[in-house]
């Protein structure tokens, strides 16, 4: 793995200088299916250890055999929900997705902040506050407390409280109460005088329901099986399997059919596994799963280019600041589509001509505005000019400069983001290396040439970054197909010399750079590597490094799909055991 | 006041056990008993400043309200109690080469002087300042109180707090947050402590709080017998700590915190509600899916709710919740309200380009103006809470008088991302520590005002609009402020040295340790 400090010392000459753009760079970001990110998933880091084309060592051949034994990581078996887990829990327990007493807002907007490490004062205080403001609201309305009250209570209401203690904690701590927690939450109703105003079962109930959400079972996913196997490692229980699938797959707390499937014992072989991943990820709500991954991907979020888009419009009069959000749908659409309608694999992200265009995104596809309305309809594109996402309006604005396109963000992006070359940071000062201006730099490419020829930047720049930028030069920073350059008129050239997987291989235009990028095993395996880092909710680590050869392997084979490969995510070791770091 | 909660991961900080032990006997014995608290607060802005339209032309020397700079003018009615420190540099030579991005340099670093990782997130490596003086001051060594306004976010350019090495603590943005947990303190008015409580609704909610809290433990009691990591176990003891300081904490706080002193600061159910944008706030420029609601909530936020958070700042204190506050305002955001109108994001203008891309020739008309806006929206929130503090008493002053309230900004110029010639005010004393109604250039030569406004005028190139002078490393004014706020070294004498580094040399450390005596009301 490269480093940019290691690097001075092994490659001087190469790592003196590769820039990632004559920019500031929003950082990606690590998240989960937990996300928005908590605030340090952090943990072992600093990728799975052996990634293509190492600017260290560009001919060096990748480890990607799978003909390995697979590594469990050790992490926390404490998580705390994060707060996007905790709005979709209490939605799927309870019913709530809004506060009535705070303008209908989500829970989580009430909730501190997601941070990483041990609860703060704040956060506890929060958890309670939020607490008391669902279980008064669900307790006030009759179709919520039907989701918690599953009877009604009689007389002094103990017999119909002490069967929703044992019946809602199940699914609250998302496993049976032991006999010891039953009876503390017993303990409750037998006070509830003392701890209600007037006594009554329905006032208790509701004191009930606020001290289940304030417990460290239900805030936490905790793991806590010690079944040991031969290696050390702790086989996890049916019931915390079970959590674990719903919180990968859905970021919620398991349904009926998956607690069942836990109490029968049933979740205990890959196989039994595979048959509830396969029914979840059916459900809607494993399309937000699928979205917040692929925001992951593409460096989505707030304060990141998608958001910062901006162009000018004396330049770009297809561009309007209102069509940040639509072409940022546009192509979350385009991913949900492949993933879900298309049932696609990896290579349709790269290759498939379908886009979701509406009337005022139509001009930059160079489409007929009059044959779309409002909404972003499904259509096809020339294939020639616009295979796959990168060859989309949201990219090709989201990575160009205010007034011009920057093939260095956009090779970049390629470059570390897509295929994975482990290009470190630029040295300081990188950023303010003027861009070129002379007369025969009639083309923005030349200009970029230029900029980026020095010792410290040519290595990374003109092997790495560069080539694949100027093949996107086909699209002009508001993403529409060029071919003459806007100031000069001169012949745009999109032939390049590019390095895929430490192979130089000629090309010419964007097409053909998506072809070889969607058959690229680098590529592939940088799909994978990041979906195991996803969906295990940690930065990816040199011990998953068999597990993504292994799912990388099975990318490159035709006909295995994404869905595929995320169902494939819950069949590995690290999904059915878990390690503890020093355990005693 | 529980030994464990302070000793959990010092990271970084210079403490020594003799000392922890001390502390283990009474809550907060870093500072004397009787005296008002002494509590450090930041405001914190992005992007910098036009410095030479910021700094006061008084270098060095008394700083009578005439000679505040356009900038601060709104700082006038309170020139008597501010210190303008004049030649600090963050970020020093030994860090500088570890990412291409300035900003997240020098937020990973500003408040750690410590490096940042190699990781994508860029965290810093290293606990931050506000942690390390919480844990010596804070009652029950909580962490610090960390607010922003705008979106919630965990990316590097908008984390300035610490809690450990590659740990971020990102800030709460939403004031009814905050207020929740101060409502929950409030005394009853007229309630006698010691005296037979009188039943009503409020003490239901206690006992039951009570019993809910003996099921948590109870809860968390379990989890203790599992084989765990280190760090779990901490995470559990952690949150046991907090169930018992909490309890401590409530029956410790004092008869001020009122419901009628929160109403006298403007902190009302109706006031918080409006102060707290129910939706989605924008995040980005002109982002947060760029809807309207979501721009109408990042303005909410930038007016009513940092005001507001300002506020619970202020009955936080009365509470004594929290002795170590901070305020930050994102940078990434176009100004769209108090009657400013921008068309591109603080960050962009800036950059004096509008966007991302730096130097070059600049793009954006009226751009000075533009920055200037935001200076002055900025100065006037500033002295909004310097205001606040000073109108609230305490013992025989103000709030103010036993606070540090210092603004730190991220650069110095924006456009020309330096870090030397930090535009920094500090308003209050900490209990009489630090000089009042003056300037001191700390650095012993001329330093200058930068050259913030000297392009862009009319077009042109950018060029170097920043400033070479003072570069006297940030570590002193931090060793400075932790002794003005009652903080003690390893030796239990005062603090001499923070951080990892504070020179240009190759291997880091410490090179000149000690505060800045000449801040000093004493020096």
């Known amino acids: ?90 939605r799927d327990l309870l019913g709530i997705s809004g506060l009535s007493a705070s303008s209908n807002a989500p829970p989580s907007s009430i909730l501190a902040t997601d941070q990483a490490g041990s609860l703060t004062s704040l956060g506890w205080s929060s958890y309670q506050s939020v607490a008391e403001m669902i279980a008064a609201q669900v307790m006030a309305d009759p179709t919520l407390k039907a989701n918690f009250l599953k009877c009604t209570p009689s007389g002094d209401g103990k017999a119909c409280l002490h069967d929703t203690i044992v019946q809602f904690g199940r699914r609250a701590f998302r496993r049976p109460l032991t006999d010891t927690e039953v009876a503390g939450f017993d303990a409750i109703v037998a006070k509830g005088a003392q701890i209600t105003p007037t ?249 970029v040439d230029q900029q980026t020829s020095g010792a410290a930047c040519s290595t990374c720049h003109h092997n790495f970054i560069n080539p694949p930028g100027f093949a996107m030069e086909a699209f002009d920073a508001a993403g529409a197909w060029q071919t003459k350059e806007k100031a000069t008129g001169v012949a745009i050239d999109t032939s390049v010399d590019a390095m895929i997987d430490a192979k130089t291989v000629h090309l010419n235009g964007p097409a053909e750079l998506m072809a070889k990028i969607a058959a690229s095993p680098g590529a592939q395996r940088s799909y994978a590597e990041k979906w195991v880092a996803y969906a295990y909710e940690r930065a990816s680590n040199p011990t998953d490094a068999c597990t993504v050869n292994q799912l990388a392997a099975k990318l490159t084979t035709s006909g295995y799909t994404v869905l595929n490969l995320i169902a494939d995510l819950t069949q590995t070791q690290s999904f059915r055991l878990r390690a503890v770091e020093g355990a005693q | 006041m529980k030994r464990r909660v302070f000793l959990k991961g010092v990271g970084g900080a210079a403490l020594a056990v003799p000392f922890l032990s001390s502390l283990a006997e009474q809550e907060s014995k870093a500072q004397s008993a009787g005296a008002p608290p002494k509590r450090l607060v930041i405001f914190f802005t992005h992007n910098g400043c036009l410095t030479d339209r910021w700094f006061p032309t008084v270098e060095d020397g008394a700083l009578p309200a005439s000679a505040l700079s356009s900038t601060l003018q709104p700082l006038a009615p309170y020139a008597s109690k501010l210190l303008l420190p004049r030649g600090f540099r963050s970020m020093n030579g030994y860090a500088v080469g570890q990412t291409i991005d300035p900003h997240d340099q020098a937020m990973g670093s500003k408040l750690t002087c410590a490096k940042i990782t190699e990781d994508s997130n860029r965290y810093a490596t290293a606990a931050s300042l506000d942690h390390v003086i919480a844990k010596q001051i804070n009652p029950g060594g909580t962490t610090p109180l960390v607010l922003s306004v705008g979106a919630a976010s965990t990316k590097i350019k908008e984390i300035l707090s610490f809690s450990g090495p590659n740990t971020a603590f990102p800030a709460n943005v939403n004031p009814q947050t905050v207020y929740n947990q101060l409502t929950g303190l409030f005394k009853a008015s007229g309630s006698t402590p010691g005296t037979a409580p009188v039943t009503t609704a409020g003490d239901y909610k206690v006992a039951r709080g009570a019993s809910a809290i003996d099921l948590v433990k109870a809860d968390l009691t379990r989890f203790q017998a599992l084989k ?63 809807s309207a609601a979501g721009n109408t909530n990042l303005a909410t936020s930038f007016t009513l709710g940092g005001d507001m958070m300002m ?98 900004p991220e650069l110095s110029d924006g456009a020309a991302h330096n870090l030397n010639n930090l535009p920094i005010v500090i308003a209050g004393s900490a209990g009489g520590y630090l000089k009042q109604g003056v300037a001191v250039n700390v650095e012993g030569k001329s330093i200058g005002l930068g050259n913030s406004t000297k392009t862009c005028v009319d077009g042109g190139d950018i060029g170097n609009t920043g400033s070479f002078g003072g570069n006297l490393p940030i570590n002193k004014l931090y060793v400075t402020l932790m002794n003005a706020v009652g903080c003690k070294g390893a030796d239990g004498g005062k603090v001499t040295t923070f951080g990892d580094f504070d020179g240009t040399g190759t291997t880091g450390g410490i090179t000149n340790p000690g505060e800045v005596t000449k801040l000093l009301a004493a020096g």
């Not at chain 1, 950082?27 to 952090?42: K, L, R, Y």
């Not at chain 1, 060592?57 to 998580?79: H, M």
């Not at chain 1, 992006?413 to 482990?422: C, E, L, N, T, Y």
Request: hydrophobic share 40%.
């Open chain 2, 311 to 408: 506020n619970l700042m202020a009955l936080s204190m009365i509470c004594d919740t929290n002795r170590m506050l901070m305020l930050l305002y994102p940078g990434y955001v176009t100004f769209n309200w108090d009657g400013i109108m921008h068309t591109h994001d603080h960050h962009g203008l800036s950059h004096r380009t509008g966007d991302f891309s730096v130097g070059g020739s600049c793009k954006v008309a009226g751009v000075l103006d533009m920055i200037q806006d935001i200076d002055t929206w900025y100065a006037k929130k500033y002295a909004k809470l310097v205001g606040l503090l000073d109108s609230i008493s305490e013992g025989s002053g103000k709030l103010l008088d036993s606070t540090a309230t210092m603004w730190l």
């Open chain 1, 199 to 447: 006594g009554a079962p329905l006032e208790v109930a509701e004191a009930l329901l606020y001290m289940f959400l304030v417990s460290p079972s239900f805030l936490q996913r905790p793991e806590i099986t010690e079944t040991a196997d031969n290696a050390g490692h702790f086989t996890l229980s049916s019931h915390e399997v079970a959590s674990r699938l719903s919180y990968l797959l859905w970021g919620s707390t398991p349904d009926d059919a998956l607690n069942q499937a836990a109490d029968a014992n049933q979740l205990g072989t890959p196989d039994q596994i595979m048959t509830q991943a396969q029914r979840m990820l059916k459900m809607p709500q494993a399309h937000d799963m699928v979205s917040d991954f692929h925001r992951t991907y593409l460096l989505m979020g707030t304060n990141t280019r998608w958001d910062n888009t901006n162009h000018d419009t004396s330049l770009f009069p297809a561009f309007k600041k209102e069509l940040v959000p639509v072409i940022q749908q546009e192509t979350e659409k385009f991913f949900d589509y492949i993933t879900f309608t298309k049932n696609g694999s990896f290579t349709d992200f790269l290759l498939s001509p379908i886009a979701f265009v509406n009337a005022a995104t139509a001009p930059l596809y160079g489409l007929d505005p009059s044959k779309f309305g409002a909404d972003l309809t499904q259509t096809e594109l020339d294939p020639a000019q616009r295979p796959g996402f990168l060859t989309r309006a949201g990219f090709l604005n989201a990575f160009s400069a205010y007034n011009r396109t920057s093939p260095i963000l956009r090779g970049a992006f390629i470059a570390k983001q897509v295929m994975a070359v482990p290009i470190g940071s630029p040295p300081p000062g990188a950023e303010a290396t003027p861009l070129p201006a002379t007369a025969d730099l009639d083309t923005n490419r030349k200009q």
């Open chain 2, 228 to 290: 765990m990591s280190q760090a779990d176990k901490t995470r559990v003891q952690d949150w046991l700590d907090l169930l018992r300081t909490t309890e401590t904490g409530i029956m410790n706080t004092p008869s001020s915190c009122s419901a009628d002193a929160a109403k006298a600061i403007g902190a009302t159910d109706d006031a918080v509600k409006a102060a707290s944008p129910a939706g989605a706030i924008s995040g980005g420029a002109f982002a947060g899916g760029n």
């Open chain 1, 1 to 90: 793995m490269f480093h940019w400090r290691s690097g001075i010392l092994l490659a001087a000459a190469l790592a003196a200088g590769c820039t990632t753009g004559a920019t500031d760079e929003p950082p990606g970001g690590q998240a989960g299916p937990g996300s928005n990110n908590p605030g340090g998933v952090s943990g072992a880091t600093a990728g799975t250890g052996n990634n293509p084309g190492d600017p260290n060592n560009p001919a060096a051949p990748v480890d990607t055999n799978p003909n390995c034994t697979q590594g469990v990581v050790a992490t926390s078996q404490i998580p705390r929900l994060t707060n996007a887990q905790y709005d979709r829990t209490v």
